[in-house]
């Protein structure tokens, strides 16, 4: 038996944790809205392949970390995993920095307030500093990716469709809906090949943040509903009673937001919850047996959530699921006025 080199093991490993064009659009942005941002550019060439750029207004990386800003298992959110009881950024791993500069060739520009000019830092496979110049950018950090998988030539060709790229800027786009629902005062573009795909203004609250992102007629269906207890507040828009407000495209469930703590997850039990009161309404016609559009927000003391479930932090574990769950089932029961009669539906998948 032997031990694999470095080089390999850090690409065995970074390839798990950066897995699509999606994932480093969700770990930069992440990093954007963990650096205080207020807007945030998305761009991206040949569909993410060629380059994806995030560029934000926050408060960019001091000169003196630069050196270690890429290297894994750095991070300034964090100090040691007792620190996860009070977590309230979206990174804490440090590891997508690092991952991505195993897999892509990446440059990264800041400033902070504090510089007087911005600097860009060419970084190379193990996230060391390859080169650096002076640059021209405001304040902030530009993230650019280039040749994303270069050296996985599998996974690149897999991306490279035709039906897989139009996918994967779909589900860009959909991230970036999901994080301008939670982010009301977050300004958002979204750039494909210079080409606007979409765009949102800062506003001033979910409603019209969900006006922004989902616009009129889906909004015009929304009503909110609101439950607080000890430890736990759940938020909502629903779909009014006896209101058909589905997404059209039935089979994913793309425009149902569920939020814990912020993030954007998925969690199968809420999510089948949610399905079971809406379609409820709909006994007779099993033909709207299809995923509501609506928007719910938990919010739970970090120290009773696990979010290091996955790598893409998207699966998270709730401490008190049953409580958690009786109270979005009792939100839902008030807001569409009877518990419905059957049992959940099997999941959808
Ligand atoms: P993590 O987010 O888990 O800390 P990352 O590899 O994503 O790990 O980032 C490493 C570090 O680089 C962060 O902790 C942060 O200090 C810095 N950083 C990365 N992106 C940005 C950004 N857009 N703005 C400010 N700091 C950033
Ligand atoms: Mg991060």
Not at 2 to 13: A, C, F, H, I, W
Not at 69 to 76: G, L, N, P
Not at 79 to 93: I, V
Request: hydrophobic share 35%; aromatic share 6%.
């Amino acid at each position: 038996m032997k031990q694999l080199p470095p080089d390999t093991v850090r690409l065995l490993s970074s390839s798990q944790v950066i897995t699509s064009v999606v994932n480093v659009v969700k770990e930069l942005m992440e990093n954007s809205l963990d650096a205080g941002a207020s807007s945030i550019d998305v761009k991206l060439e040949n569909y993410g392949l060629d380059r994806i750029e995030v560029r934000d207004n926050g408060h960019g990386i001091k000169a003196v970390d630069t050196p270690v800003m890429a290297v894994r298992h750095f991070t300034s959110k964090i100090c040691s995993h007792e620190d996860m009881e009070h977590l309230e950024t979206y990174g804490f791993r440090g590891e997508a920095l690092g991952s991505i500069c195993a897999v892509a060739e990446v440059a990264v520009t800041t400033k902070t307030e504090d510089d007087d000019i911005s600097t860009q830092y060419t970084l190379n496979f193990t996230g060391d500093i390859l080169s650096q110049k002076p640059s021209h950018l405001g304040q902030g950090t530009t993230v650019s990716v280039l040749k994303l998988f270069k050296n996985l030539p599998v996974r690149r060709q897999y991306y490279s469709s035709t039906k897989k790229c139009k996918e994967e800027l779909k589900k860009v786009q959909e991230l970036l809906m999901a994080y301008a629902i939670i982010k009301p005062d977050l300004r958002l573009t979204l750039v494909h090949n210079k080409v606007v795909v979409w765009q949102k203004a800062k506003v001033a609250d979910h409603r019209s943040a969900l006006l922004a992102t989902l616009g009129p007629s889906a909004v015009a269906n929304l009503l909110p509903c609101h439950h607080h207890q000890e430890q736990l507040e759940v938020n909502g828009f629903f779909p009014k009673p006896g209101a058909d407000h589905s997404s059209t495209s039935s089979s994913t469930p793309d425009k149902t937001f569920i939020f814990v703590n912020n993030r954007p997850v998925q969690h199968k039990d809420i999510m089948k919850l949610l399905c079971h009161h809406y379609i409820a309404q709909y006994l007779d016609d099993p033909g709207r047996n299809r995923y509501p559009i609506l928007m719910l927000k938990i919010t739970v003391s970090p120290s009773s959530l696990d979010v290091n479930l996955t790598p893409d932090k998207t699966q998270v574990l709730l401490l008190n699921k049953e409580a958690v769950l009786a109270a979005v089932d009792a939100l839902l029961v008030s807001f569409y006025g009877c518990q419905p009669s059957s049992d959940p539906p099997a999941e959808k998948e």
